[in-house]
């Protein structure tokens, strides 16, 4: 059979065929798609015309597409629905994919072709693309002699296979760490949904009449908040945190060590201080110091609210807090002192609902867009579901994609990814994905939210609004391919949309009766708004700070055992909580260590977070939920991606710089 990846998809806005594309295909497209993308920047290289913007960078921008293809398909494939297949082929592909990103940015005859594009007369977005393309030069190593090149080209390949074994064993130890429990008397405070949920996990995993606990990737579980029995809490609290670092055969400790003992070796090969001197450089924090200098101002605050938090907890508790004990109490105090039962709000964030009249709804409303499911469209999964996503003229925008529940062959966490990017050169329109983990209910049953998955649904569609709404010429600046301490900011403000009367109104209604959410049990949330933050900001800090201690340290440093230097760093960072762990690990903390997507960059949660506060702000000055708020910022900052720099489009929206006061005072921190 013809391998469906060879060619461009006939389906609408290029979707892949998934239903035709097989594991076999992959491996024969990948292999075909660096070949082709090789000899295409060799013909670059070996064009006899003097450098040109048009001979050099839109060749270099048109080049690639068959590899593009196959790579986004098939690593959607490795975080979603990873088969053994997918697995091993992903051992053997992620080596190779780093090799050929070295082959093309330490080609030092490309280099020299850009560097002679005379950008006088391009346009502003022409003029970067071609400084961009330079900065990615010298960023990757250009300026190395032949033996640097080398050495660097070795650890990047090592660096590749460290961080897919990292991801794989991360995967297996959250499945292998799940808790199987016997009776139902132990789940004694979980909602009957999941406790429905939990049969149906261990009746899929082979345990016919047991419950199973599995486990999400952040330390602390959902159903730590409900469990009445203290040592199942403990128990399954133990399990969460204990991932990676105990020395089974999913033990990433080693991993970890080479890691950061490759990484700092690659900062100073390149001239950096350290990796992390090497990750901010990419950003737009100016430098690693106003980093440091903002984290070192929020931790002290956090953890004093932090403080407050835990003797409210132990006062109503009546003995000395654990660990296990906080998701617990706080949901006790929440519902003793603000009368909010997170438990009881469930049935009215019904999944279906809140996708249509929630999450769809603030967005028609604020862009006019609208969304058609395709069932006659198909995803890489049954459980996927595709919508065709059009303006408010009719005319089409792209593909949306939801796969919103956890399986066994799905990574942890939440996250957005593109399967085709728009691009005015290549006149293509966006292809986007939202990946949740929410456990699914038996057949028939509904799907009912907790508010932190409500919270991560409109989060993610954030992300999935910076794809669609793309409008840029060139494939590289194409929607989320912003710094990385700027891409979670489109995210987080779509979560002002969660509470906003009209659109809470509008999805919060019970599954059953069609009640809507009384509007005291809103107020009592707006109330209890602060409650939690000194834990959440300290949880947070806990994991941003301790990402940075790793990658501060030169190879000579890295230390032997693992687990000591991370209790000695978040002591020395002042964010060491006997109550609180970090928010990931070192032993499962993906973001930095699964690939170097986060690595000395999980701060940019918080920092985005201040352009999202401030954005905030301006809606609420401005009107609120209004298309013409909506467009405007669409125009200015969402459609922009790259093409221009970040804070720059952050500027035309907002009129100024961003202040700190803002996050400051949302998070209880001034």
Request: hydrophobic share 40%; charged share 25%; glycine share 8%.
């Amino acid at each position: 059979m013809t391998n469906p990846l060879m060619s461009p998809s006939p389906l609408p806005f290029g979707l892949p065929p998934f239903a035709d594309i097989t594991d076999g295909h992959y491996a024969e497209a990948v292999d075909a798609g660096l070949a082709e993308h090789l000899a295409e920047i060799q013909a670059i290289v070996d064009t006899p015309e003097p450098a040109s913007f048009e001979n050099t960078a839109l060749a270099m921008e048109t080049s690639g597409q068959l590899l593009q293809r196959a790579a986004a398909s098939f690593f959607t494939l490795v975080s979603a629905d990873a088969s053994d297949p997918i697995r091993d082929l992903e051992t053997t592909l992620s080596p190779r994919f780093s090799a050929h990103q070295d082959a093309v940015y330490l080609n030092r005859r490309l280099f020299e072709r850009f560097a002679a594009i005379n950008t006088d007369r391009l346009d502003a977005e022409s003029a970067r693309l071609v400084d961009e393309y330079l900065k990615e030069f010298r960023q990757s190593g250009i300026q190395l002699d032949g033996a640097g090149q080398e050495r660097l080209k070795a650890v990047n390949a090592e660096l590749s296979r460290l961080g897919t074994e990292f991801g794989q064993r991360v995967k297996e130890a959250m499945k292998s760490a799940a808790l199987l429990l016997d009776d139902a008397a132990e789940l004694a405070g979980l909602p009957a949904d999941d406790v429905a949920s939990a049969a149906e996990a261990a009746r899929t995993a082979g345990h016919e009449g047991k419950f199973l606990l599995t486990l999400i990737q952040p330390s602390n579980q959902p159903a730590l908040a409900a469990l009445e029995n203290r040592d199942v809490r403990r128990r399954l609290y133990e399990a969460s945190i204990g991932r990676g670092s105990d020395g089974s055969g999913l033990d990433v400790l080693d991993l970890v060590k080479d890691m950061v003992r490759l990484r700092a070796g690659k900062a100073t090969l390149l001239g950096f201080a350290n990796y992390a001197e090497l990750t901010v450089d990419q950003q737009t924090a100016p430098d690693f110091a106003a980093v440091q200098t903002m984290m070192n101002r929020l931790a002290p605050a956090a953890v004093r609210n932090a403080d407050a938090e835990a003797e409210a907890l132990a006062e109503i508790a009546g003995h000395p807090l654990e660990a296990w004990d906080w998701a617990f109490y706080s949901a006790k105090v929440k519902r003793e002192r603000y009368a909010v039962d997170e438990q009881a709000l469930r049935p009215y964030f019904e999944l279906d609902r809140v996708l249509n009249d929630g999450v769809f709804f603030a967005a028609n409303a604020l862009y006019g867009i609208t969304f058609h499911e395709r069932t006659d469209l198909t995803g890489y999964h049954p459980d996927v579901r595709v919508w065709e996503v059009r303006n408010a003229d009719g005319t089409e925008l792209g593909l949306f994609l939801g796969d919103y529940y956890t399986r066994e062959s799905k990574r942890g966490g939440a996250w957005m990814n593109s399967l085709v990017e728009q691009s005015g050169l290549l006149n293509t329109r966006p292809v986007v994905i939202n990946n949740l983990n929410i456990s699914k209910p038996p057949a028939g049953e509904p799907t009912l939210l907790t508010l932190d998955e409500l919270r991560t649904t409109f989060h993610e569609f954030g992300h999935a609004l910076h794809g669609l709404f793309s409008a840029v010429t060139y494939p590289r600046f194409s929607g989320t391919a912003v710094p990385r301490d700027f891409v979670e900011y489109p995210s987080q403000v779509n979560e002002m949309w969660i509470m906003w009367p009209e659109v809470l109104a509008n999805y919060a209604r019970h599954h059953a009766t069609g009640e809507a959410l009384p509007q005291e049990v809103v107020d009592k949330l707006d109330a209890a708004q602060l409650w939690g933050e000194g834990f959440g900001t300290t949880e947070y800090l806990g994991a941003a700070l301790l990402d940075l201690a790793w990658h501060v340290l030169d190879s000579t440093e890295v230390p032997e055992d693992v687990l000591e230097f991370e209790a000695k760093a978040l002591a020395a960072a002042g964010v060491a909580h006997h109550l609180i762990p970090p928010r990931y690990r070192t032993g499962y903390f993906q973001h930095i260590f699964a690939g170097a997507g986060y690595a000395a960059g999980y701060y940019s949660y918080i920092w985005s977070e201040v352009l999202d506060a401030e954005t905030v702000g301006w809606f609420k000055e401005n009107g609120g939920l209004t298309r013409a708020n909506g467009d405007f910022f669409r125009a200015e900052l969402l459609s922009r991606g790259n093409s221009r720099d970040p804070l720059d489009s952050f500027r035309a929206f907002r009129g100024r710089d961003a202040e700190l006061e803002p996050l400051l005072k949302r998070r209880g921190l001034n």
